[in-house]
């Protein structure tokens, strides 16, 4: 079967993957993790594939078809996010024109959490696939090859006349060694080139080790909508040898960045994926998303395989704010974690927000205090973003707190984030105002600028990556599209 996947064009460099789709001011563009994750499962499955991401291409959706050349497709699988839902059920109504046969779907967190709401915005969309969709994929198109019901695939939700079927849940994935390297169909489909992670070294390649996280903070979204609560990981095995596969296919690729929501929530697993890298002798710096709460001794093992960097969601510098969305984390443990960090050599990138339950700007000025006090190489400062199908969208939704629920408003015209709460304590005008306010104050202290220049001198290849993202930041900060962007 033929199979289309398809990251669709949007504003400019729109980073859908992220967990706050937008246009960043960092220029930060996300791989497509989760279409190249489904590419090379239908792949293995034995389907004709072509895959593309018109975000990291710069491409229209015209330059696409004439790329396609005489590839009709069967099945096309567009990806969605909340903020571009309206524009990606254009280019899929797009697809059936051009392709009145195919079978269209959309796939991604906003329709997985609102599957009928998103159907029902479009005739031309045939049906949705619910939270992790490797296998449904797979499932969907070997059903319609072998014109077998639909009712028989698990995790979509698809049109049946005027009515709306909802199959079963499609299982999540236990052994995740089975599926092929996400590396492998960036190799073969994707520029590594066209990505970038303002905090990570260029080039730079994403992968997953594992998926869900078991904490239960109430404003993200991919536990929540997509991989749920528990985290199943890939083997240490597998996992050092994708490491292997990387250095080995991508000359000149200087870092690989562990992209799982917590990739420390299983200790054990790390441990031992850094001794495997120390064992075979591994040589690529690698970042990865962890909580505030690492011991110095796992930090430096980290660091002695590689790790160079970790992104922390500090979140708040008030206790009360954490306990109000569920961080389950302690400031205290903060100052010593950012004390180890420093000590065992990994830089920390940081992150704090706005608009939490019990946030003031008193508690907004403290977290910048703190934020100053830990001193992380850097802190990002923005607005809670939320989504349909988290506990935060269900907060702010309950309590009147949405200016609207229009999801193209979820950003500005520039592709920015745009802020879409008012709660008592702040106006959406004050969580962009403050953010942006203490974004720069944080950045352009003048000790801070120092360290950073001392930084790029004793490590040059710190002081690229920090002129590249220093260069967009700089452009937004004097264009005045600075406010309300991660």
């Known amino acids: 079967m033929n199979i289309l996947f398809l990251n669709p064009p949007f504003i400019g460099r729109f980073s859908r993957t992220s967990r706050s789709p937008a246009v960043t001011k960092g220029g930060t563009l996300y791989y497509p993790i989760w279409l190249a994750y489904a590419v090379g499962v239908a792949e293995a499955a034995g389907h004709n ?8 291409d710069a491409l229209g959706l015209d330059q696409i078809f004439d790329r396609m050349g005489d590839f009709v497709p069967d099945l096309s699988i567009v990806d969605t996010s909340t903020p571009s839902i309206y524009s990606d059920i254009h280019v899929a109504e ?35 696939a619910v939270g992790e969709y490797d296998y449904t994929i797979r499932d969907l198109a070997n059903a319609l090859e072998n014109n077998r019901p639909l009712e028989d695939v698990n995790g979509i ?70 991989h749920d609560r528990k985290y199943r990981t890939r083997s240490p095995e597998n996992v050092v040898d994708e490491f292997e596969y990387i250095t080995g296919n991508f000359p000149g690729v200087r870092e690989i960045g562990i992209e799982d929501d917590c990739f420390t929530a299983n200790r054990n697993h790390v441990r031992r994926i850094c001794e495997l890298l120390i064992d075979r002798n591994v040589k690529i710096k690698w970042y990865c998303n962890v909580r505030g709460d690492l011991d110095y001794k796992l930090l430096k093992l980290m660091k002695k395989a590689g790790c160079r960097l970790v992104t922390v969601g500090f979140e708040s510098g008030s206790q009360y ?35 939490n339950p019990g946030d003031t700007k008193e508690t907004l000025a403290a977290s910048y205090e703190f934020a100053k006090k830990i001193n992380c190489d850097s802190m990002q400062f923005y607005p809670l973003y939320v989504y349909p199908g988290t506990e935060a969208f269900d907060w702010a939704k309950r309590n009147s707190y949405l200016n609207t ?17 008012n709660t008592p304590a702040l106006s959406s005008y004050d969580m962009v105002t403050l953010c942006d306010y203490y974004l720069k104050k944080y950045h352009l202290r003048p000790s801070y600028i120092l360290s950073k220049i001392w930084q790029g001198i004793k490590n040059p290849s710190e002081g690229y990556r920090t002129y590249k993202s220093a260069t967009v930041f700089f452009s937004k900060l004097y264009s005045g599209q600075l406010a309300g962007s991660d």
């Open 49 to 56: 594939v072509m895959f593309f991401d018109a975000p990291a």
């Open 94 to 128: 797009k697809i059936k024109e051009k392709f009145p046969a195919v079978f269209s779907v959309l796939v991604g967190t906003h329709p997985s959490a609102m599957p009928e709401d998103t159907m029902s915005l479009s005739n031309s969309i045939d049906a949705v």
């Open 157 to 226: 939700v698809f049109r049946d006349g005027d009515a709306f079927i909802k199959n079963e849940n499609q299982d999540k994935i236990e052994n995740l060694d089975d599926i092929p390297f996400v590396s492998s169909v960036y190799k073969k489909h994707l520029k590594h080139r066209n990505y970038f992670f303002a905090a990570a070294s260029y080039p730079m390649i994403m992968i997953i080790t594992g998926r869900g996280c078991p904490h239960k903070c109430f404003f993200c979204v991919y536990p929540q909508v997509f």
């Open 321 to 355: 704010v954490l306990d109000n969305m569920n961080k389950g984390e302690k400031v205290e443990k903060y100052y010593q974690f950012a004390e180890d960090a420093r000590k065992a050599g990994i830089l920390v990138h940081g992150c704090i927000m706005a608009g």
């Open 405 to 421: 629920e229009d999801f193209s408003k979820w950003l500005t015209e520039e592709g920015l984030h745009n802020c879409v709460l």
